[in-house]
């Protein structure tokens, strides 16, 4: 026994309620057991008890054993003076003579279910309940998946206002911009393309947006891949017109390398700021077309870019390659959308106390298509479904934030799994 464990016991009344009493020997009735409280104080709030012939409304307090009370000095802290009852495990001391109600739930909670919870707990597979997934209904996955969306874009959008929108001096149009290149540089390079980013405000580059190679030479030299001596013509002259514009705004290459190595040449940095650049050639003020787009359709068309003619043959300076356009694939795009554009509308919603752009976020997850990736194959190796963004990203939340740290008892489904398991 935990006492997480038996704080959700008491939360969802998971044990034999017939003829309690306390120790003390007076009847009790739970008309209701509180609202479970996870910040500082007693466990659940605002609880209706009835003990003996009087009905008390106040705290309730959950330990494993009795003397865990004064262990954790609860008798010092005014927090705990409108403690109610007490619920213990175990009682491992006399308490004939307490003012304090005592409940012993020992003997009434199944032990299949605490052998269950064990289960989960000392489960070493892809997730702790893999085994029951199957015989949770669809009902209880679309709700849960639902929550799980909404805490993943509002964790990420926490991070947004808290710390990207300050630092671009209250801009959404430069936060969107730092987001949209950080996931261009995909996994291995997002810190660099996001440096990339931080190192070229959104005023110059639409000082320069007309011109494709101003627009290379600026992301190419502040990656640090314009120093080398190159043969082709192309590559020197976008070395000289980073060597100009590098002057004229006292730019200086970021310090974060871009990397190479174990990636498929499509996804070699040179490409993908290759199309960075062309985005931003053909985009213009873009936060604000999010904003206003009226469909996803809209927001895909803005991504649908291709590098430029030098990178029809190339995947790196100086290196020629046979023939293919570099365009941004689809794949991409829905990265784009799900990790740049959804959760910056969150925050800008959370900003603003809105609810419309969150609204419009849901409706485009559900029309992307899934991401398919070990963790999602193996959620549908259990027959758990994954028909869209929006399934996949609750999915990655489910197993991140509740399976892997095997918050059981927190999750909708652990939950469905040990409801019917009773005394």
């Known amino acids: 026994m935990t006492e997480r464990l038996l704080q959700f016991i008491w939360q969802f009344q998971y044990f034999n309620a017939g003829e309690l009493r306390t120790e003390q020997g007076d009847p009790v009735s739970i008309i209701a057991a509180g609202k479970y409280n996870t910040n500082q104080g007693p466990d659940f709030l605002q609880a209706k008890i009835k003990i003996g012939d009087t009905l008390w409304a106040g705290n309730v307090e959950l330990h494993i054993r009795t003397s865990d009370w004064n262990k954790h000095s609860h008798q010092n802290d005014s927090n705990y003076n409108n403690v109610i009852l007490h619920v213990v495990w175990q009682n491992d001391i006399a308490v004939e003579n307490s003012t304090l109600p005592l409940l012993v739930l020992e003997n009434r909670i199944s032990s299949l279910l605490i052998e269950k919870y064990k289960s989960f707990m000392e489960q070493q597979g892809f997730i702790p309940c893999a085994a029951g997934l199957q015989s949770v209904s669809e009902i209880i996955w679309l709700t849960w998946k639902d929550r799980l969306l909404v805490e993943r874009m509002q964790r990420k959008a926490a991070v947004i206002t808290g710390q990207l929108f300050p630092r671009s001096n209250n801009h959404w149009e430069e936060v969107c911009w730092w987001l949209v290149a950080r996931n261009f540089g995909i996994k291995i390079n997002a810190d660099a393309f996001e440096a990339v980013a931080r190192s070229i405000s959104i005023n110059i580059l639409a000082k320069h947006k007309n011109s494709i190679h101003q627009l290379e030479a600026m992301l190419f030299g502040q990656a640090g891949l314009l120093e080398c001596d190159f043969e082709e013509s192309y590559p020197v002259m976008l070395k000289k017109e980073y060597a100009f514009l590098s002057k004229k705004y006292s ?173």
């Not at 730019?251 to 985005?279: D, E, G, I, N, W």
């Open 251 to 423: 730019l200086k290459p970021v310090t974060v390398p871009v990397h190479f190595l174990r990636m498929r040449p499509s996804s070699f940095p040179t490409v993908r700021l290759a199309q960075l650049a062309a985005f931003i050639y053909q985009s213009s003020h873009l936060f604000s077309q999010v904003l206003e787009s009226k469909n996803v359709k809209e927001i895909i068309k803005l991504f649908e870019v291709t590098a430029n003619d030098y990178w029809h043959y190339h995947y790196r300076f100086d290196e020629r390659a046979a023939y293919l356009p570099k365009k941004v694939g689809q794949d991409s795009i829905n990265v784009f959308i799900i990790n740049s554009l959804a959760p910056l509308l969150f925050a800008y919603d959370n900003y603003h106390h809105q609810q419309k752009n969150k609204d419009k976020v849901m409706d485009w997850l559900q029309e992307l298509a899934p991401e398919k990736n070990a963790i999602t194959k193996a959620f549908c190796s259990y027959g758990v479904l994954n028909k869209s963004a929006f399934d996949s990203q609750a999915l990655l939340e489910l197993k991140s934030m509740y399976c892997d740290v095997k918050k059981c008892l927190d999750c909708a489904i652990g939950n469905n799994l040990l409801k019917y398991i009773k005394k």
